[in-house]
């Protein structure tokens, strides 16, 4: 058997020539393949935060960080599938206070990454459908046990 001799820059070169193997998870953002869904998911987003920012001072912020924001939702679709696969949505707080005695700023500056439920093999089309209509943080999607809020207040105390 002879053995072929291939120069490290000529393989280094097939490898750039090569086509790019798709990932097999993408961003929900990156994921839709029509306009629609594009702007479903945006208005989605968009209506989870105006929820969480109308229950806040209610709920998650009377305790002790008054002031949590909600950052960025992120959700990854299984490609082949079309499926949710995970959800997680990223949140910032602060406490402030000054150091009476050094007039020093004291801070504090919490995160957390909330894991949303998303029942397995959930479709994006049905994903998008079940949280389409008014306050999705209270929607369960089909197959969940429970809500958006029932999560976010499980991980923001």
Not at 111 to 135: D, H, K, Y
């Amino acid at each position: 058997m002879k053995l072929l001799y291939v120069p490290a820059a000529a393989l280094l070169m097939l490898a750039l020539l090569s086509p790019a193997v798709a990932a097999p998870h993408v961003d929900l953002v990156d994921y839709p393949r029509t306009n629609a869904q594009w702007q479903a998911f945006q208005d989605l987003r968009w209506r989870l935060v105006k929820d969480f920012d109308e229950v806040c001072g209610d709920t998650y912020c009377e305790g002790e960080y008054s002031d949590i924001q909600p950052l960025r939702i992120r959700c990854s679709v299984e490609v082949s599938a079309g499926t949710v696969s995970h959800c997680a949505w990223a949140f910032a707080a602060s406490d402030l206070g000054v150091d009476g005695s050094t007039g020093r700023i004291d801070a504090r500056q919490p995160v957390w990454l909330c894991p949303l439920p998303i029942p397995t093999a959930t479709s994006v089309e049905t994903f998008l459908a079940a949280l389409s209509g008014p306050r999705p943080l209270f929607r369960r999607l089909p197959g969940a046990t429970e809500t958006f809020y029932d999560a976010l207040g499980d991980c923001l105390r």
